[in-house]
């Protein structure tokens, strides 16, 4: 099936990767859920590639560090892409391709860490 236009490459690897172990054609309520789990997954790629340029923290309104509003927003779009997954879709492939993208962040977060140091 073909991906929905306006993905970008991460939703278009995200698709790939769901639509190659499963046929959806059949069931467009999963198609929808797939589709904005896609648009998600390019809405998490693009805060990545913003928070790579920022710093970790940022001044808060009374003039404390706070974590980096590009990371705390990742942070909720990858809980957001979790939710998007129903689990009876025989989730290993899903939890597969979804633990990868959070092992790349946290591998990212942290290799920022040490450098921060």
């Known amino acids: 099936m073909r991906s929905p236009a306006g993905l970008g490459d991460a939703g278009k690897k995200l698709w790939r990767s769901i639509d190659d172990v499963f046929d959806f054609t059949e069931e467009p309520g ?18 990545d590639e913003a928070a790579d340029e920022a710093p970790l923290t940022v001044m808060g309104s009374m003039g404390q560090p706070v974590i980096s509003p ?33 092992g790349v962040f946290l591998y990212q977060f942290l290799d920022r860490l040490r450098e921060d140091r």
């Open 30 to 47: 999963k198609v929808h859920i797939l589709t904005q789990a896609c648009r998600v997954s390019d809405i998490i790629a693009e805060l």
């Open 70 to 102: 590009f990371i705390a927003e990742a942070r909720l779009q990858r809980a957001l892409l979790a939710q998007l997954y129903p689990f009876d879709w025989r989730g290993t492939a899903i939890l597969a391709a979804l633990n990868s993208v959070v």
